[in-house]
């Protein structure tokens, strides 16, 4: 077979056997071709690398300055395309069964201060076209903030959850996994606003194409419903009119907040983690240093002794 077969019959097991989220197969994708083409220039391919080719690589992507988290990823690709390829008969050893990677530099996730949450939500209401549009902004910030979710599981919400008012929102992450995040009352109060409005839209569009849409924030696009990209956008601008420097809120920083706000006001870890639907409770323990950071910054900002020997 050729590499890029390889790629392809890789990545559909991944999709049916471990439920691989579609971001994870394109980043996999994205990889594993720049792989195959490194392979093709030296003339060895899959099937001939061998791990001093795989090193080589390696060494080739640090030299293009390329992040440290990107080139674990980029191992974490190559490793499990080999093991696949080794299961299936394709090849007789794993060339990086062995090959240790750089590791991932452990970065304190960005936040935000309550305050600073409130002003986007106030800017939500505000911004807008119509009022259809302020609605839907509302309840995409609402919901964000109050479940913690990631932007993918946000945007592409079916309808049917959101249905008969309820306390609790059954979301489906990474690898198919479901969990259950509950509501807050500003949450609830934006999401039936916007489903009457969302309703009373979708009689009209369906009157006109003949089908209904199944997700609570739908759009024209081929996905069917809104994209990352597009509430990436719609943030940086909330962010602008709510007096925030931009760079400081993505997406994921609400997500952040939504943690660490929880982590201050003692919630627990195992609970936090359940919310954030993280499958192992290392990934969600880095909002514990978070919260020791702000402590520290919070003793050294007011403590009489502190402000002292300044």
Known sequence: MSDYRWISTFLDAQAAEMGAARNTQEAYARDLRDFADWCAGRGCGFQGATRADVEAWLIDCEA?????????????????????????GWRDDNPAIQIKGPGRA??????????????????????????????????????????????????????????????????RGKGGKERMVPLSPGARTALTAWLKQRDAMDEKSAAKTGKHSTFLFPSRGKAGHLTRHWFYTLIKDLAVSGGIAPDRVTPHTLRHAFATHLLAN?????????????????????????????????????????KARK
């Not at 300055?65 to 696949?84: C, E, M, P």
């Not at 290392?282 to 003793?299: F, K």
């Open 266 to 306: 003692g919630a627990d870890l195992r609970a936090i983690q359940t919310l954030l639907g993280h499958a192992d409770i290392a990934t969600t323990e880095i909002y514990t240093h978070v919260l020791d950071e702000r402590l520290s910054e919070l003793v050294h900002s007011h403590h009489p002794l502190a």
């Open 64 to 88: 293009q300055g390329l992040a440290q988290s990107t080139r674990a990823r980029r191992l974490s690709a190559v490793k499990q395309l080999f093991r696949f390829a080794f299961e299936e």
């Open 106 to 171: 452990k970065r304190l996730p960005k936040t935000l201060e309550v305050i600073e949450v409130d002003r986007l939500l106030e800017a939500a209401r505000k911004t807008g076209r119509t009022p259809a549009d302020k609605l839907r902004n509302t309840c995409l910030m609402e919901l964000l903030y109050a479940t913690g979710m990631r932007v993918t599981e946000l945007v592409s919400l079916p309808v049917a959850a959101a249905r008969g008012d309820p306390d609790m929102l059954l979301i």
